[in-house]
C-alpha cells in the first residue's frame, strides 16, 4: 500500500506491504540504518524512534500505520552539530560498542519530554508534583533500553547532565 | 604522550549520530540474497526423511541447500572437526541447523525455513549432567585431574572440614547486534566476508575450507562489533560460511543475520557448571587440603570446552594459596548448545566455587568472611605458588583487599547491616567483598602472538591497522593511543582501520583479555620501526646519534633543528625510505603441560576486589544491589575512561550472571528462555544506587604495553560480591548456611530463606 512517511522532515512516500514494521521501513526501505535491530520484539529498546515526538520501539508498529506522521530516527538528532545530550554521551563513555546508542538517544531525548510534562515513572514518590531529576527516576525511566556493555552509569550521567543544562 | 590519556571511543561521534555500521548497515549491493537455517526439533535424532519441497516453492527462494549440496568441507567448528554447517544425518539438539534456505529477502528466507518437514527417528537425548555423568557421556577419555600434595590427608588431618555442591548456571550472551556476516563473490572464484567475529583468521580458515580455496582467496574484513563477550569467537563460523557457500551456488552477494531468537537456539552458551568441594581447614579458617569436582556441561561439541574446563581449574585457587589441592573436572557432552567462550572463560566459574569456599568456612567459625578471605591471601612476597605450580610473584591482593576495605568503609557498614538485621524483620541486608586474581595469557600458548601494519603517508597522516577486533572494548582507541605516543603526534593523525585478514595474517581471536597487550605490542614494534628510520636519517644528516633524535608534539627536534611531522616525513619519501611497516609481538616466558596440570601459562596476573551490598525482601524474594564498591588493578592504565567503563560493564554483566540471567531447558532439550521476555539481563534500573569504582595506582611488574593490564575479562568477577552478599543476606534469617546456587534468582532467593526459616516451599 502507498503510504507517505515524513522523517527527520523529509517525506518520502514509500510502496509497502501492509506487514512491514516500521524498522524495516526505516532500515530497508529508507536506509536509514542508524535505527538498530536488537530483538525485533520490542523489549531491548534498540530501535527508539521519536512518532511526533514520542519514543517508540520501532520494530513494534507498522510502518502503514504511520502515513503522514512525523517520525525522528538517530539521523535527525544532532545533523546540525551535535545536541548537549550527544555531547555528553561521548564525555560520559555511555557506550561501548555503541549498537544501543542511538536507541538510548532517542529514548533519552522522549523521557525528557516526559519528564517536562510532569509523568510520573513507577519510582516516582509524589503522583502530582513534578518528578525530580534523580539517579534513580532517570535509571527507571531508561531500563527500557538495554545496554549489554552495562555502561549504565555513563548513560545516567550523561542525561542528568544534558537535562541540568537545558533546565 | 597520548597513552594514559582518558580519551573517548574511537568510534564516539560515529555511536551519538547513529553513522557506525555493522554488519547489517553496510549496503548490500543490488540482487544480494539473504540466508535463514531450517533447525532441529529434536534434541537428538536421526533424520529419516526431508521433505523440502514446500521450501523451494515458496515465495522468493532462489535455492535450498543441504549438506549433500556443500561441495567441500561441511565443518564449522574451531578445531575438532565435529560441527557440521549442515547436520549429517544425526541431529544433536533442538535448533541445530539442518538445511540452508537462500531467497530474496531476509523475511522470505526465515518464513521459508519453517516449511521443511523433516521425519526423525528420535534417540535417547542426555540434558543434564547427571544424564551425561551416568551415560559417561564426554569429550577427552575421562576427566582430567591436577594436584600438589596429599589434598585428602591434609583434609583428613585438618581440625575442621566442610563440604558442600554448587551449581552454577549457564548465561546467553545477548551482544546486542546479532551474529551477521556478508559474502561478496570475486573473480576466480575468491571472496571477501564482512563477519561480525572476534576471529576474522578463523572465519579465513573455515571459509577456505568450505570452498575448497587456499587461506589466501579469502578475505575476511571487520570493522566492529556490536558486543561479542566470547559469544563471537567460534560462533560466527556457521553464518560466514553459510554465506560464502551460497554466494558460490547462486553467484550473488549472500547475507545472514540471525533473528534474535534463533540466535539463542542456535549458538552456544557459557557453560554452566555443578562444583562439588571437600575442605579441610584451621580455626583461623586457613585451608589446609581442598579437592574440588567439576562437572561441567559442554553441550553437543567440542567447541572451545576443553580450554574453557582448563581455565575453571586454574582459576579454582582465585587468590588463596591452597596448600594441598586436588581439582578434578568432568566436560560432559550433552544433546544441547555447544557451550563456548564467554568473558571469563570458565575463570568465573572455577572462582565462584572458591569464594563459596571461603563463605561457608566464615559461616562455620562465626567470623567475617573477610577475615577467612585475608588469612589465605597468597603472599606478597612471592613464595607461594598456585596449585599448577607458577610462582605467584606480584600479589598485590592483600594490599589492594585492605584499602577497598578502608575506602568502602566495609567494617563499619558490616556492623551497621547487622544492626539493620537485628532489628528488620522484613527486608535483610548483606554485605561481601570479593577478591579476583585472574590469569594473563591464552592457554594454548602459541596463541599468544600478533600482528600490526603501520602505514605514514606523504602528507604525514598514519594507517593502522593490527590483527586485533573491535567489540566496544575500546581496543582500537588504546592501540591507535600507543601509535600517536610512539611517533609523538596527536591522535588526530592516526587513522583506524577495520580488521582485515590481507593485511595482518594468521592472527588469534580478540580474546583473553589480550587485545591492548598483545596488538599494543605489536602496534608499537612497527611504529618503532619506522621511527627508528626517520631517526637515522636525521642523524645522518645532524651528524648525532639516532637516539638525539626526538618525537613529541607533533614535532620533530634533533640538535638545535625543528622539524615538523609532515616536513621530516616528506623528507623521508624523497629520499626513498620505507614510510610502511609490520610489526610483531609473541609473549615471552610461557610453558604450559595442560595434561599434567603444570608450568607457567600465564605472563601475569590482574587483580581487583569488589564490596556489594544488597538488601533482599524476604516474603517476595526480590532483591536490589544498594551499593558497590570496587578497586581494580589494571596497571598503568593506557586510557582509564575505557578502563573504568570495561570494569563498570564486567561487575554489571557479571551481577547479572549471578542473579538474573536464568537459562531454562525444557524435558524435551528446548530452550525456553530464547528471547529477552523470558531471559533478563540486567537494565538501567538494576546497577547499584551507589557505585564507586577506581584503578589501582601501580604499574604491571610484567613488561608489557606501556606497563598496563588486560581489562576485559577480569572485572566480570566482581559480580561474585552480589551473590555472596546475597548470601549474607539470607544467612540472617536464620542459621544455617544458605548454599545459594547461582543464578540466586527471586524464585531462589525465596526458597532459600523458607529453607533458614523451616518452611520448605
Not at chain 1, 520501539?57 to 530516527?73: E, F
Not at chain 2, 572451545?304 to 575453571?312: E, G, I
Not at chain 2, 614510510?579 to 610453558?591: E, Q
Not at chain 2, 531462589?748 to 516451599?761: I, Y
Request: glycine share 10%; aromatic share 6%.
Amino acid at each position: 500500500m502507498n503510504i507517505t512517511l515524513r522523517v527527520n522532515g523529509e517525506s518520502h512516500d514509500l510502496d509497502l506491504d501492509p506487514r512491514v514494521s516500521l524498522l524495516d521501513a526505516l532500515r530497508h526501505h529508507l536506509h536509514l540504518t542508524g535505527t538498530k535491530k536488537g530483538c525485533d520484539h520490542g523489549q531491548c529498546g534498540a530501535c527508539t524512534v521519536l512518532l511526533n515526538g514520542r519514543r517508540i520501539n520501532a520494530c513494534l508498529t507498522l510502518a502503514c500505520m504511520h502515513d503522514g506522521d512525523d517520525i525522528t530516527t538517530i539521523e535527525g538528532i544532532g545533523a546540525d552539530g551535535l545536541t548537549p545530550l550527544q555531547q555528553a554521551f561521548i564525555e560520559h563513555d555511555g557506550f561501548q560498542c555503541g549498537y544501543c546508542t542511538p536507541g538510548q538517544i532517542c529514548s533519552a531525548v522522549g523521557m525528557a519530554e516526559e519528564l517536562r510534562q510532569g509523568w510520573p515513572s513507577h519510582v516516582t514518590d509524589d503522583l502530582t508534583a513534578d518528578p525530580e531529576l534523580t539517579r534513580d527516576e532517570i535509571a527507571e525511566r531508561m531500563s527500557g533500553n538495554l545496554c549489554r556493555c552495562s555502561c549504565y552509569p555513563g548513560i545516567v550521567n550523561a542525561i542528568r547532565q544534558s537535562l541540568g543544562e537545558q533546565a | 604522550m597520548t597513552v594514559a590519556k582518558p580519551l573517548p571511543h574511537d568510534a564516539a561521534l560515529l555511536h551519538v549520530t547513529g553513522q557506525a555500521r555493522y554488519v547489517d548497515d553496510i549496503p548490500a549491493p543490488v540482487g544480494t540474497l539473504h540466508l535463514a537455517f531450517g533447525l532441529s526439533a529434536v534434541a537428538h535424532g536421526r533424520i529419516t526423511g526431508m521433505d523440502l519441497d514446500a521450501v523451494r516453492a515458496a515465495p522468493g527462494v532462489v535455492a535450498v541447500l543441504t549438506a549433500e549440496d556443500l561441495p567441500f568441507a561441511n565443518d564449522v567448528s574451531p578445531g575438532a572437526h565435529d560441527e557440521p554447517l549442515l547436520a549429517d544425518g544425526t541431529v544433536h539438539y533442538v535448533g541445530q541447523p539442518i538445511f540452508l534456505v537462500v531467497a530474496e529477502t531476509h523475511l522470505a528466507a526465515r518464513k521459508a525455513a519453517r516449511l521443511g518437514r523433516i521425519t526423525y527417528e528420535e534417540l535417547p537425548a542426555l540434558l543434564t549432567i547427571d544424564q551425561a555423568l551416568a551415560a559417561d557421556s564426554r569429550f577427552e577419555s575421562g576427566p582430567r585431574i591436577w594436584s600438589r600434595g596429599d589434598a585428602a590427608a591434609a583434609i583428613a588431618i585438618a581440625p575442621r572440614m566442610i563440604e558442600g555442591t554448587m551449581e552454577i548456571g549457564g548465561q546467553e550472551h545477548f551482544y546486542l547486534e546479532g551474529q551477521a556476516a556478508f559474502a561478496l563473490p570475486q573473480e576466480n572464484g575468491d571472496v571477501v566476508v564482512q563477519s561480525s567475529t572476534q576471529h576474522p583468521t578463523e572465519i579465513q580458515h573455515k571459509v577456505a575450507e568450505a570452498l575448497g580455496l587456499p587461506m589466501s582467496g579469502v578475505r575476511v574484513e571487520v570493522r566492529r562489533m556490536g558486543g561479542g563477550f566470547g559469544g563471537k569467537e567460534s560462533q560466527g563460523n556457521a553464518l560466514a560460511v553459510a554465506c560464502a557457500v551460497a554466494a558460490r551456488a547462486t553467484g550473488r552477494p549472500c547475507k545472514m543475520r540471525y533473528d534474535r531468537d534463533d540466535d539463542m537456539v542456535i549458538t552456544g552458551k557459557r557453560h554452566d557448571f555443578r562444583i562439588s568441594y571437600r575442605v579441610g581447614y584451621d580455626d583461623q579458617g586457613r585451608v589446609q587440603g581442598i579437592e574440588f569436582l567439576h562437572l561441567v556441561r559442554c553441550g553437543w561439541a567440542m567447541d572451545l570446552s576443553l580450554p574453557v574446563a582448563d581455565r575453571a581449574m586454574l582459576h579454582a585457587d582465585n587468590a588463596y594459596f591452597l596448600p594441598h589441592v586436588r581439582i578434578e573436572s568432568h566436560r560432559l557432552r550433552t544433546n544441547t548448545q555447544s557451550a563456548t567462550a564467554f568473558r571469563g572463560f570458565g575463570g568465573p566459574q572455577g572462582i565462584v566455587a572458591v569464594e563459596r569456599v571461603m563463605d561457608h568456612i566464615a559461616h562455620t567459625l562465626n567470623r567475617d568472611p573477610l577475615e577467612v578471605r585475608q588469612a589465605n591471601f597468597y603472599a606478597p612476597d612471592g613464595s607461594q605458588s598456585t596449585p599448577y605450580g607458577m610462582r605467584v610473584t606480584d600479589s598485590i591482593i592483600g594490599d589492594l583487599a585492605a584499602r577497598l576495605a578502608e575506602t568502602s568503609d566495609y567494617h563499619a557498614r558490616r556492623r551497621a547491616v547487622a544492626e539493620w538485621n537485628a532489628t528488620n524483620p522484613v527486608l535483610k541486608k548483606g554485605i561481601a567483598l570479593t577478591p579476583v586474581k585472574f590469569g594473563i595469557s591464552f592457554t594454548l600458548s602459541h596463541l599468544n602472538q600478533a600482528g600490526a601494519l603501520v602505514h605514514v603517508y606523504q602528507d604525514g597522516s598514519i594507517h593502522l591497522n593490527h590483527g586485533g577486533t573491535e567489540m566496544g572494548q575500546g581496543l582500537f582507541q588504546k592501540v591507535a593511543q600507543v601509535a600517536a605516543a610512539g611517533f609523538g603526534v596527536d591522535i588526530s593523525r592516526v587513522r583506524i582501520s577495520a580488521t582485515d585478514t590481507g593485511k595482518v595474517p594468521n592472527t588469534s581471536a580478540t580474546a583473553a583479555s589480550s587485545g591492548s597487550d598483545l596488538n599494543g605490542m605489536a602496534v608499537k614494534a612497527a611504529v618503532d620501526t619506522i621511527r627508528q628510520r626517520l631517526a637515522e636519517m636525521l642523524a645522518q644528516e645532524h651528524q648525532c646519534a639516532p637516539a638525539d633524535v626526538h618525537f613529541a608534539d607533533d614535532r620533530v627536534t634533533v640538535g638545535g633543528a625543528d622539524y615538523t611531522f609532515e616536513e621530516v616525513i616528506h623528507r623521508a619519501y624523497t629520499q626513498r625510505i620505507s614510510l610502511s611497516a609490520t610489526g610483531f609481538y609473541k609473549t615471552p616466558d610461557l610453558s604450559w603441560d595442560r595434561i599434567k596440570g603444570q608450568g607457567r601459562p600465564f605472563f601475569y596476573f590482574a587483580y581487583g576486589a569488589a564490596v556489594s551490598e544488597v538488601v533482599l525482601d524476604t516474603l517476595t524474594g526480590e532483591s536490589r544491589i544498594l551499593r558497590t564498591d570496587i578497586l581494580h588493578d589494571v596497571g598503568a592504565s593506557l586510557n582509564p575512561a575505557l578502563d573504568i567503563g570495561q570494569v563498570e560493564g564486567g561487575f554489571v554483566q557479571g551481577a547479572g550472571w549471578l542473579t538474573t540471567e536464568e537459562l531454562v531447558w525444557d524435558d524435551k532439550g528446548r530452550l525456553r528462555t530464547h528471547a529477552p521476555s523470558t531471559y533478563k539481563i540486567p537494565a538501567c534500573g538494576d546497577r547499584p544506587r551507589v557505585f564507586n569504582v577506581a584503578l589501582w595506582d601501580g604499574p604491571n611488574r610484567a613488561d608489557t604495553i606501556y606497563k598496563s593490564k588486560a581489562v576485559g575479562e577480569p572485572p566480570f568477577m566482581h559480580g561474585i560480591s552480589v551473590l555472596m552478599a546475597l548470601s549474607d543476606a539470607v544467612a540472617a534469617c536464620g542459621p544455617d548456611y544458605p548454599a545459594l546456587d547461582g543464578p540466586a534468582t527471586a524464585e531462589r532467593l525465596l526458597r532459600a530463606v523458607r529453607r533458614q526459616v523451616g518452611h520448605e516451599l
